[in-house]
């Protein structure tokens, strides 16, 4: 601290000691403490009493607080890239209620020693730093104010203490994204009764059930326990969490039926319980109308996807890959105004695709490879022009493609191999300036290539098709063609060999004209034998 500054400080102290209520000044000198343990960083260059007299204007101090309103209340340092450890002068500030040192890079233990003697804190975020070590035992001196303790994003270790049961007044405790491991304290975090938001997520945990007492827990909404070693089955006992807005236990072990509450809540906006082991069948009826997102992909779900989804007004993301199920997609989703993505491959759906399916909402990628499907594409599926993906490979498709897919100016990859598609490509797809990929090998596709293609296409299959014409004489981002087995002919263009990105290159099974020296032409692989 330079000569000036000190003088100043001194002036302030000066000032305090001698008039009757200057909390506000041992304010200021706190903040100092603390911008001088962290290292004076440049951050905080803000946090000067010479160019900035007023500690209440610096950057993240919030006063409010004592009778002139000048105590300070809140101290927020997110994203500053501070390092060090927690100041041990923070308690010093007797009126702080909000500190948020969340996404720096502090260090050290749980820093209970300096924070016990907040005793009006009421908000801890330290989330996103590299905080290590086992939570102590007695977490529970923190203030009783306590409403918010956010952990997560660091590497504490060790098991959850019993302490955190202590905490009465918690509305939110995120201690996901840990090292967490054995038991947590499931008895004493079901006493919370206020507790709103849990996390758990994201801790290598011991193998458990989902803890039953948790049912108690009535006004949680957010309930992220993914990915921490869950076993058992979803309780039907949650019927009683009718406020949960995020339902979410990815990545588990869980096994059996997804419980009918599931489908009822009418809170419920986000539903995530893909990538378990999880079977049965979805009921009929399903009445949590404000789902927005729902994923229960890559589990054991049988019979049909419920026809009721269609009341799902708000359902943008429809997620159900990687099961076994069957029967057609419903008719209903089609009308749904917000879909915008829809995954329901690997299963074994059959029928068309619904009718107006995109006609309705910005659809933005469809994609039902593998499994049984069949007739036309609608013509609907860009009416939107969001369409970006579409991956239907591996059905029965059949018919031609909608003209109109050509006017998709967002379409990125097109990917239909493994169809019955039939008919004339539409030229117009070739030239679309997002396009990367097109694989619609092994179709019944006739029609010709362009001399030009879109600059940013990098792979075409097209193999075992009946294009015929010539080949492209521009396509500046070309790394792999494959074109075997149609009817292409007349010479490889010259200019093909200085595609500069093109590394594959396979033609036979058409009918070339001309010689080539193969090593030469171009390409780590080339095959264009006649
Ligand atoms: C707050 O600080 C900024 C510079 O950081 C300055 O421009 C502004 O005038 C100050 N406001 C008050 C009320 O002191
Ligand atoms: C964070 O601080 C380190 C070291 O002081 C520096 O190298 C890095 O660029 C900083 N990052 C940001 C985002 O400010
Ligand atoms: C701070 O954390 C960021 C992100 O984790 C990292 O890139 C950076 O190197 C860290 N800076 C220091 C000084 O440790
Ligand atoms: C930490 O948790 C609190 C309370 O749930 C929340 O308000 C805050 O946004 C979280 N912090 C971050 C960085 O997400
Ligand atoms: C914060 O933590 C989350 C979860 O570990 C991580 O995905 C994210 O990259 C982190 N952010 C920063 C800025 O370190
Ligand atoms: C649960 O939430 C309601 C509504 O916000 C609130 O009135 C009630 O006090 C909360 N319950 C507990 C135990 O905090
Ligand atoms: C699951 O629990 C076992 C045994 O405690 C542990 O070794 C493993 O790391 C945990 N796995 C995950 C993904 O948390
Ligand atoms: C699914 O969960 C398992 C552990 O249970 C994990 O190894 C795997 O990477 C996860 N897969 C996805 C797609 O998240
Ligand atoms: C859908 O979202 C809107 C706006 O976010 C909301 O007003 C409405 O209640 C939600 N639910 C249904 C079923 O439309
Ligand atoms: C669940 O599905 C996976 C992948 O489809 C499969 O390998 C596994 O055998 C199935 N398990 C049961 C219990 O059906
Ligand atoms: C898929 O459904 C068809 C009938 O549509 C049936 O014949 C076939 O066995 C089913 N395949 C699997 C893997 O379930
Ligand atoms: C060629 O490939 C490189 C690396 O994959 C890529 O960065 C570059 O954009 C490509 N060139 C063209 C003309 O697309």
Known sequence: MSTTHLIVLLGFLLLAGTSSSQPTSGDLATLLAMKKQWGNPMQLASWDPVSNADHCNWTGVVCGGGEDRRAVTGVSLS?????????????DLPSLTRFDLSYNNLTGSFPGVPLYACSHLRFLDLSNNSFHGVLPDDISRLSP?????????????????????????LRSLRLDTNQFTGYYPTAEISMLAGIEQLTLALNPFAPAPAPPEFAKLTNLSYLWMSNM????????????????????MY??????EIPAWVWQHRKLQLLYLYNNTLTGKLPRKITSVNLIELDVSSNNLTGEIPDDFGSLKNLS???MYSNQLTGTIPASIARLPNLRDIRLFEN????????????????GNLDVCNNNLSGPLPDSLCANGKLYEIVIFKNHFSGMLPENLGDCVLLKNI?????????EFPAKIWSLPRLTTVT??????????????????????????????TFPTSATGLSVFKAENNMISGELPAEMSKFPNLTELAMSGNQLTGSYQHQSFCCRSLSIST
């Not at 074994?348 to 659809?363: A, D, M, T, V």
């Not at 990917?415 to 008919?423: A, E, K, P």
């Open 79 to 91: 994203k500053l890239n501070i390092t060090g450890q927690v100041p041990e002068s923070v308690c």
């Open 145 to 169: 104010a306590m409403e918010h303790l956010n952990l997560s994003s660091n590497h504490f270790w060790g098991t959850v203490p019993a302490a955190v049961g202590g905490l009465q007044a």
């Open 251 to 256: 990545g588990n072990k869980l096994t059996g």
């Open 440 to 469: 619609i090998d092994y179709n019944g596709f006739t029609g010709t290539l362009p001399a030009k293609l879109s600059e940013n296409i990098s792979l075409i299959g097209i193999e075992n098709n009946k294009f015929s014409g």
């Open 415 to 423: 990917i239909l191999s493994y169809n019955r598609f039939s008919g």
């Open 348 to 363: 074994n759906l059959s029928g068309e695709i619904p009718r107006e399916l995109g006609k309705h909402s910005p659809l």
């Open 229 to 248: 070693n869950m076993t058992g089955s979803i309780p039907k006992a949650y019927s009683s969490l009718e406020n949960l807005m995020l339902f979410a």
């Open 317 to 319: 993301i429809l997620f």
